[in-house]
C-alpha cells in the first residue's frame, strides 16, 4: 500500500478495498484497512505498524503437534466454537505479536479433521507446540465487489456481498452481526441511527430488490419490532447502492432512484417522497459521498444530486470514457473524493490501462490519471 508522495507505507501482503475512519463518541479513532481477506487496524505506538481484527477463534488450546508440526490437536471439544474451513490461518499466542504484523508464524490450516485436530498446508514455524492459540477467519469477497461500511452507535459495520454481515466494537475481534438476518449483503449505510442494508441473502436466496433496517441505535437488533424490511418493486432493476443526500437516504437502482425520508414512527421509520426512473446508478461503487450529496455513474454519463435533481456533469469526458471503457467494464468503475483538493475519482480498467478519471467539483473541471501502479483503494486515515 502507497501513499502519493511517498515511498512505500507498510506492507500488508494483500490489496486493500477499503481505507475508512471508525469514530465513537468519546473521540477514539481509529484507521481500518480492509481487505479481501481480512480487517486490520493501523497501529500508532513506537515501532507498530498493524493488527488483524479479523474475526478469529481465541478459545481452542492446543495439546501438541506431530513430529512435522503439520498435524495440531487440541483439548477436548476445542475447535466447536466456530467453523473453521480450509484457508483460515492459525498461530499459537505465544508465537504472535498482534500489533506488529506481518508475523511470519501464521500458518494455513488445509483441513479440519475433528474437533479436535487440524492439519496444515505446512509445517508450523513457532517455537511453541502446546497453549492457547489463534484461529483468523479468510474472508472472500467475489471478483469486482467491494467492502461497504456504516456506524451506528459507536459500532462499525462492514460488508463485501459474500460473508455475513460484521460489526466491531473498537476492542477484540470482528465478528458475525446477525447470521440469520443480516447475511451477505451487498450494501449498507447509517440512516435514522439504524443500519441500512440492502441486496441481502435471505431463505436460501439473494433477493436484490429488498431493503432491511435494523432497530434504532442498536444495529445488532433485527428481531425487535421496529426493525423489518421492504422489497422496492415499483421498477424491476436491481438496487444498486444506498446514499445519503441532505436529510433524505437514497437507494440507486441501475435504471431508476427512489428517495425515502424519516417518518418519525419506530415501527415504519422512512416513507418514499420521489422516484426518478430512466436515470439510475450501474456502478455500484461508483457512489460517491461529498458535501451531503452524491455522485455517481449512470448508463450515459456521470451525475450528481443537486437540490434533488439530478444533473450530468461528464459532458467534457463521457465520451472518451465510454469508447476507452468497455461495456463490461462501465460496472466495475469504483470512486472516492478528495476533499482536500475539492476532487471525485473514479478509477477504471480501459483498453489503454487503468485509468483514474477526476472531477474538480469547485472549479467544475476534469482530469485523467494514470498511474505506474495499478490502484484499488483510497482512503483518508483518522491518524
Known amino acids: 500500500m502507497k501513499r502519493w508522495?511517498?515511498?512505500?507505507?507498510?506492507?500488508?501482503?494483500?490489496?486493500?478495498?477499503?481505507?475508512?475512519?471508525?469514530?465513537?463518541?468519546?473521540?477514539?479513532?481509529?484507521?481500518?484497512?480492509?481487505?479481501?481477506?481480512?480487517?486490520?487496524?493501523?497501529?500508532?505506538?513506537?515501532?507498530?505498524?498493524?493488527?488483524?481484527?479479523?474475526?478469529?477463534?481465541?478459545?481452542?488450546?492446543?495439546?501438541?503437534?506431530?513430529?512435522?508440526?503439520?498435524?495440531?490437536?487440541?483439548?477436548?471439544?476445542?475447535?466447536?466454537?466456530?467453523?473453521?474451513?480450509?484457508?483460515?490461518k492459525f498461530i499459537v499466542t505465544a508465537d504472535h505479536t498482534a500489533d506488529e504484523e506481518p508475523d511470519t508464524n501464521w500458518a494455513t490450516v488445509l483441513t479440519k479433521d475433528s474437533d479436535t485436530q487440524l492439519t496444515l498446508t505446512a509445517a508450523y514455524s513457532g517455537s511453541s507446540t502446546t497453549g492457547a492459540c489463534k484461529i483468523r477467519r479468510v474472508y472472500g469477497i467475489p471478483a469486482y465487489e467491494r467492502w461497504s461500511y456504516a456506524v451506528i452507535n459507536n459500532t462499525l459495520c462492514m460488508t463485501n456481498g459474500s460473508n455475513d454481515v460484521l460489526y466491531w466494537t473498537g476492542s477484540g475481534y470482528v465478528v458475525s452481526l446477525d447470521s440469520a438476518n443480516a447475511k451477505e449483503a451487498r450494501y449498507c449505510i447509517e440512516y435514522a441511527n439504524r443500519l441500512f442494508l440492502a441486496d441481502v441473502w435471505s431463505g436460501g436466496i439473494r433477493k436484490p430488490l429488498t431493503l432491511k433496517w435494523s432497530k434504532e441505535n442498536d444495529a445488532t437488533n433485527w428481531t425487535d419490532t421496529t426493525a423489518g424490511e421492504a422489497d422496492i418493486l415499483e421498477t424491476e432493476d436491481f438496487i444498486t447502492g444506498l446514499g445519503k443526500v441532505g436529510g433524505d437516504l437514497v437507494v440507486y437502482k441501475r435504471e431508476s432512484i427512489f428517495t425515502y425520508s424519516r417518518t418519525g414512527e419506530a415501527t415504519q421509520p422512512i416513507s418514499k417522497t420521489s422516484e426518478k426512473r430512466g436515470i439510475g446508478c450501474v456502478a455500484p461503487y461508483s457512489i460517491v459521498d461529498f458535501l451531503g450529496t452524491n455522485a455517481f455513474?449512470?448508463?450515459?454519463?456521470?451525475?450528481?444530486?443537486?437540490?434533488?435533481?439530478?444533473?450530468?456533469?461528464?459532458?467534457?469526458?463521457?465520451?472518451?470514457?465510454?469508447?476507452?471503457?468497455?461495456?463490461?467494464?462501465?460496472?466495475?468503475?469504483?470512486?472516492?473524493?478528495?476533499?482536500?483538493?475539492?476532487?471525485?475519482?473514479w478509477v477504471t480498467n480501459t483498453s489503454e490501462g487503468q485509468v483514474a478519471w477526476v472531477w474538480n467539483y469547485k472549479n467544475d473541471e476534469w482530469y485523467v490519471y494514470m498511474y505506474q501502479d495499478n490502484m484499488k483503494s483510497f482512503g483518508r486515515g483518522a491518524i
Open 5 to 88: 508522495g511517498y515511498t512505500t507505507d507498510r506492507s500488508i501482503g494483500a490489496p486493500v478495498y477499503s481505507v475508512l475512519i471508525f469514530q465513537q463518541t468519546d473521540g477514539t479513532r481509529f484507521t481500518i484497512y480492509a481487505t479481501g481477506n481480512d480487517i486490520i487496524k493501523k497501529e500508532t505506538g513506537t515501532n507498530k505498524t498493524w493488527s488483524y481484527i479479523t474475526d478469529t477463534l481465541t478459545t481452542p488450546v492446543v495439546t501438541g503437534m506431530d513430529g512435522t508440526k503439520t498435524v495440531v490437536t487440541f483439548s477436548g471439544g476445542g475447535l466447536t466454537a466456530g467453523a473453521v474451513a480450509a484457508g483460515d
Open 297 to 345: 455513474l449512470g448508463r450515459d454519463d456521470f451525475y450528481v444530486i443537486n437540490a434533488g435533481a439530478i444533473q450530468p456533469i461528464g459532458t467534457k469526458i463521457r465520451c472518451k470514457f465510454f469508447e476507452l471503457v468497455a461495456d463490461t467494464e462501465v460496472s466495475n468503475t469504483w470512486g472516492g473524493s478528495n476533499p482536500n483538493l475539492n476532487e471525485i475519482f
